[in-house]
């Protein structure tokens, strides 16, 4: 029953409020798996305590590889609009590439009291190259489906509606090797529960109780209204301009690698006395409000007292003042990566070569394969940075940055025989090229 009052409060609270909307519906949805399957919550703690434990056993001297994170976004469309452009997914990606590796636009805009915690997660994403049947693939489906939209009701029932293909939605490809990422009309005309995006929290399958309708897998992912996916969204005006940076995604897909709300998500009481169970990111009683306030200040810390950390991803500022994630946060991202999600970043799955707006097709690698000396050819007037290139386990395996434009250069390799992702970095984003050194 605490479960049902607190979505009724939740709603009523975001009706009284009117224009408010209600950023994210991860806690609720939580809630509404609690009310369904009891032990749910639980089992989402217990995870969080035993990756707290396996961080403090990390040996710090072991280098720490970039995870590649394959992706499918499943546009699911009623109306035409809602079949959103293939270079908004594009942006997306790139979005969540330059937010995850902390080479966002924007670092400069976090406060010095926060600089020293602000981290690197050390996590790329990349659109799938193939389907889990092994045929090749943008990394994007489109659907069209005769649902108005997948709003949930006033209780939160119908929010994994849009993973389910005899609901209207769209199965999800497995969810140990792919990340879904479903795109959808998630607001509909309701007016009392309205949310723009939503993730589960891994739990590790010991913890769950036998036949738990939560522990479908195929109900792992995220969730993200249209209007709000993507930078520059068409449909991120009014109440949604407030989202208009693609970072929707990027707050969503931190749930989706174990991280809270920092304020904590009290609804009752005193909400300084509970937090993310982060020590970096400050006590906060209260969300940031859709707003850029830097004079919030919910919370008396100790020995120093911070402000609110509105800046991070994991709250609900609004996305132009939003550019960290802390060193804690991405220790629990990506200990959940070698933990819970341990299949998703194991370079299982081809890149599609489609990422940040950069065509494939306009560069060459060759001969590919040949024993580690390559030539890369690339037009000059994209500008390439650096190349970085991984090993099928993520590792990274060599590295050169370069000065000036040019349209050709090597690529020398002293690495066992295998399969390789290169990874090109321009101005405008990067693409990965796959090699073989035989
Ligand atoms: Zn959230």
């Known amino acids: 029953m605490r479960t049902l009052f607190t979505i009724l409060s939740l709603a009523i609270s975001s009706m009284v409020i009117g224009q408010n909307i209600h950023r994210c519906g991860t806690v609720e949805a939580i809630a509404h798996r609690e009310a369904v399957n009891p032990g749910y919550s639980k089992a989402v703690e217990q995870t969080f305590e035993q990756v707290k434990h396996i961080i403090a056993q990390k040996d710090i001297n072991d280098p720490d590889p970039i995870y590649q994170i394959p992706v499918v976004v499943h546009i699911v469309y009623n109306t035409p609009d809602e079949n959103i452009s293939s270079d908004l997914v594009y942006s997306q990606i790139a979005r969540l590439n330059r937010d995850y590796r902390r080479l966002n636009e924007d670092?400069?805009?976090?406060?010095?009291?926060?600089?020293?915690?602000?981290?690197?997660?050390g996590i790329e994403f990349y659109l799938a190259g193939v389907d889990p049947q092994g045929n090749p693939s943008g990394g994007i489906t489109r659907t069209q489906t005769s649902r108005a939209d997948f709003a949930p009701d006033f209780f939160g029932?119908?929010?994994d509606d849009v993973k389910q293909s005899t609901l209207g939605g769209v199965d999800a490809w497995d969810t140990d090797n792919y990340l879904n990422i479903w795109v959808c009309d998630l607001l509909g005309n309701n007016s009392l529960f309205q949310i723009l995006g939503f993730?589960?929290?891994?739990?590790t399958a010991p913890n769950w109780p036998n036949g738990s309708a939560a522990s479908d897998p195929n109900f792992e992912g995220v969730v993200i209204h249209y209007g709000v996916f993507g930078e520059n969204n068409p449909a991120a005006t009014g109440m949604l301009a407030v989202a208009d940076k693609g970072r929707t995604a990027v707050h969503e897909v931190g749930h989706y690698l174990g991280l809270r709300h920092i304020w904590g998500d009290v609804l009752f009481g005193d909400g300084c006395t509970e937090d993310d169970g982060l020590d970096d990111?400050?006590?906060a009683s209260a969300n940031a409000g859709q707003v850029c306030n830097f004079n919030n200040n919910t919370c008396t810390d100790s020995p120093v007292d911070f402000p609110d950390m509105i800046e991070n991803y994991m709250d609900y500022a609004e996305e132009q003042c939003m550019n960290l994630f802390t060193q804690d946060q991405v220790d629990i991202m990506r200990s959940m990566l070698e933990t819970a999600r341990t299949d998703l970043a194991d370079g299982s799955v081809?890149?599609?070569g489609i990422d940040d707006l950069i065509d494939t097709n306009q560069i060459g690698l060759f001969p590919n394969p040949n024993a580690g000396l390559f030539q890369i050819q690339v037009p000059a007037d994209l500008n390439l940075q650096a190349i970085s290139v991984f090993d099928s386990k993520g590792m990274l395996v060599h590295q050169q940055s370069l000065v000036g434009s040019r349209d050709q250069v090597e690529l020398a390799l002293q690495v066992k025989p295998g399969?390789?992702?290169?990874?090109?970095?321009?101005?405008?984003?990067?693409?990965?090229k796959r090699l073989l050194i035989n």
């Open 107 to 121: 670092t400069a805009d976090t406060r010095i009291d926060f600089k020293p915690v602000a981290a690197d997660a």
């Open 157 to 159: 029932n119908g929010l």
């Open 199 to 203: 993730a589960y929290p891994p739990a």
């Open 281 to 283: 990111t400050p006590n």
């Open 350 to 352: 081809e890149p599609s």
């Open 419 to 432: 399969a390789y992702f290169a990874q090109l970095q321009f101005d405008k984003g990067v693409a990965n």
